[in-house]
């Protein structure tokens, strides 16, 4: 039972990135799937979720409009697409997996680093 | 936006009891769930919905929830205890996943 995170990069202000995570060991579409962040030195904070079938996306304030959360179960896969790229949201990046909408993130992968810096 | 505040650090000598609290406007009509995180690594649910344990957990966590305080209590805390500890709630009225500031625990 693992996810395991990919993508993360240096790259400058206003570029993109695109951040992976692969699921292994359990049932992906059975599970909500979010985005947690947690910059250097700080606590954690929910970037956006996705519901089993892709249906539902929900996003945190400051990410709205600039990125995207998507699913593919056929390849038990999350990924984040990230526009627009701002000093602020330098930070490790984690995918998890929660078994409902209220319910506790059971997996997570290692994390990903994201630096945005020119 | 829903706010938890947790305070920023408990210290507790070995042996003895740690209580962390997380502050919500009746956060007792939440679900909440806590996590324990190393330094350099990722986080570990401790406690979920609002009061059990995965398993491989130590009895020695417990959690409670009522009003507009959730806590997480670790008894006869060891060494291995020290780590930053988050609550976590689901905010119905804005649709986010909420984290606390999350507490450190140092064991004396």
């Known amino acids: 039972v693992q996810l395991v995170e990919s993508g993360g990069d240096l790259v400058q202000p206003g570029e993109s990135l695109r951040l992976s995570c692969a699921a292994s060991g359990f049932s992906f579409s059975s599970y909500w799937m979010s985005w947690v962040r947690q910059a250097p030195g700080k606590g954690l904070e929910w970037v956006a979720n996705i519901k089993q079938d892709g249906g539902d996306r929900n996003y945190v304030h400051s990410v709205k409009g600039r990125f995207t959360i998507s699913r593919d179960n056929a390849k038990n896969s999350l990924y984040l697409q990230m526009n627009s790229l701002r000093a602020e949201d330098t930070a490790v990046y984690y995918c998890?997996?929660?078994?409902?909408?209220?319910?506790?993130?059971?997996?997570w992968g290692q994390g990903t680093m994201v630096t945005v810096s020119s | 936006s829903y706010l938890l505040t947790q305070p920023p650090s408990v210290s507790v000598a070995p042996g003895q009891t740690a209580t962390i609290t997380c502050g919500g406007n009746?956060?007792?009509?939440?679900?909440v769930h806590w996590y324990q995180q190393r330094p350099g690594q990722a986080p570990l649910v401790v406690v979920y919905d609002d009061r059990d344990r995965p398993s491989g957990i130590p009895e020695r966590f417990s959690g409670s929830n009522s009003g507009n305080t959730a806590t997480l209590t670790i008894s006869r805390v060891e060494a291995g205890d020290e780590a930053d500890y988050y609550c976590?709630?689901?905010?119905?009225?804005?649709?986010?996943?909420?984290f606390g500031g999350g507490t450190k625990l140092t064991v004396l």
């Open positions: 976590q709630v689901w905010d119905s009225s804005s649709d986010h996943v909420v």
């Open positions: 998890a997996s929660s078994p409902r909408l209220r319910g506790s993130f059971r997996i």
């Open positions: 009746f956060i007792g009509s939440k679900t």
